[in-house]
């Protein structure tokens, strides 16, 4: 999350005067203070374990390549999360890919009439009486893991990363409007895997 | 509007998008329309789980995994040779 708390400690000018002075110490420091939150994000694109390590890896490399892109002012943690997400996207995209399921028959299905095929029920609790429940966030992620890759991805940078819809599109090639209406859509069939859950038995 | 159009407009309504007179038919909508309120309420029951689920396993790993750091910053040494 970019707006996140700011875990960039020591001061980050200094710090960042000593890594671009090539000082080891300096770059152990910055690796130290960030690799497990960046392991966090590169996690949630990368099933393998493997895959997110590397990427945590790929990303402290062409951050240290990449010093002088980092723009004074702005939050370290910030622009090594970007970085990490890029790398992971890429690793995403170097995988040989599978045609994707179609993303249909997660959707809402209606007849000819407009009218919901299935009627929507309440859930048996809120969001946040379903979370005091560690397995419920467990069932959340593998839930938004089962989306086609091309919705789970807008997904995850708009509403977990909170990009942007123009960052978005053009870190994944689309439209403004194409990453709008895949957000719709995998949020609907995100909301149609936890009704199967969650939602109360017919009366 | 009918069920399928209101699922359509949903995130515009959300997003407070909507030209008001489609702002006012998503209302009168689910007005009178039980399962579309239920719907609506368990969008955003789904906004918020998705936001919070990584949340705890982040907190989790406070402390950088020991041979994540020793191979980033052998790494390092390899990239700089
Ligand atoms: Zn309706």
């Known amino acids: 999350m970019t707006d996140s708390t700011d875990n960039d400690h020591p001061a980050t000018a200094s710090l960042l005067a000593r890594l671009r002075a090539g000082e080891e110490a300096a770059f152990e420091l910055m690796v130290r203070a960030h690799a497990s939150r960046l392991l966090g994000v590169a996690r949630r694109f990368l099933p393998s374990e493997d895959d997110a390590r590397d990427a ?6 062409a951050a240290f390549r990449n010093l002088e892109g980092f723009q ?11 970085i990490t997400v890029n790398a992971a996207l890429m690793k995403l995209r170097s995988r040989r890919r ?6 249909d028959e997660l959707l809402p299905q209606f007849d000819d009439q407009g009218l919901s095929t299935h009627l929507p029920r309440e859930w048996i ?4 009486e379903l ?24 997904l995850l940078l708009r509403d977990i990363d909170g990009w942007d819809t123009q960052e978005t599109a053009r870190r994944l090639d689309l439209t403004t409007g194409a990453v709008k209406i895949r957000l719709h859509r995998a949020r609907l069939a995100l909301r149609t895997l936890l009704a199967a859950r969650f939602e109360v038995e017919a009366s | 509007m009918n069920c399928r159009e209101y699922v359509e407009f949903l995130m515009a309504y959300v997003n407070d998008e909507l030209p008001p007179d489609q ?3 998503f209302r009168q909508h689910i007005s009178d329309c039980p399962p579309c309120i ?34 980033i910053l052998a790494a390092r040494g390899e990239d700089k040779a």
């Not at chain 1, 599978?98 to 993303?103: A, F, G, L, T």
């Not at chain 2, 949340?55 to 191979?71: C, D, G, R, S, Y």
Request: hydrophobic letters at 35%; charged letters at 35%.
């Open chain 1, 56 to 61: 945590v890896q790929e990303a402290f490399l």
């Open chain 1, 72 to 82: 004074e002012g702005a939050r370290l943690s910030t622009w090594l999360h970007r």
């Open chain 1, 98 to 103: 599978r045609p994707e399921e179609p993303i």
């Open chain 1, 125 to 128: 609790g809120h969001a946040h």
């Open chain 1, 131 to 154: 979370l005091e429940r560690e397995e419920v966030r467990k069932f959340v992620r593998a839930s938004i893991h089962k989306l086609p890759e091309s919705y789970r991805l807008v």
């Open chain 2, 23 to 25: 702002a006012d038919a």
């Open chain 2, 38 to 71: 239920n719907y609506l309420e368990t969008y955003h029951d789904t906004l918020e789980l998705e936001k919070r689920a990584y949340e705890e396993q982040e907190a989790l790993f406070e402390e950088a995994p020991e041979n994540l750091v020793k191979a």
